[in-house]
């Protein structure tokens, strides 16, 4: 049998920087949510005005690895305020 690579190793590499809404619209984002999101994370984003910004795939990648893991994060208020509903079911 011959070896395989995964199916991302072909992919197309992507540029350093690229412009915040072409990656926002890739990422599901509206383009002002994903600067939000940046911003809350420490993703640079770099402008020369508020239209032309320009983000780093490589950097959101590296916020979302950052990221709790499902089922490991704390609880936040919204959490209190759910589990203390009548009836709910923990």
Wanted: net charge positive; with cysteine.
């Amino acid at each position: 049998m011959r070896p395989t690579t995964p199916a991302n190793d072909n992919a197309p590499a992507r540029p350093r920087w690229v412009r915040l809404p072409e990656e926002a619209r890739l990422r599901g984002f509206s383009t002002e949510g994903l600067r939000r999101w940046c911003s809350a994370r420490g993703v640079p984003i770099r402008q020369s005005s508020h239209r032309d910004a320009w983000v780093s795939p490589e950097a959101i990648d590296a916020a979302v690895e950052g990221l709790p893991v499902a089922g490991t994060a704390a609880p936040d208020e919204i959490d209190a305020e759910l589990n203390a509903l009548p009836g709910r079911v923990r």
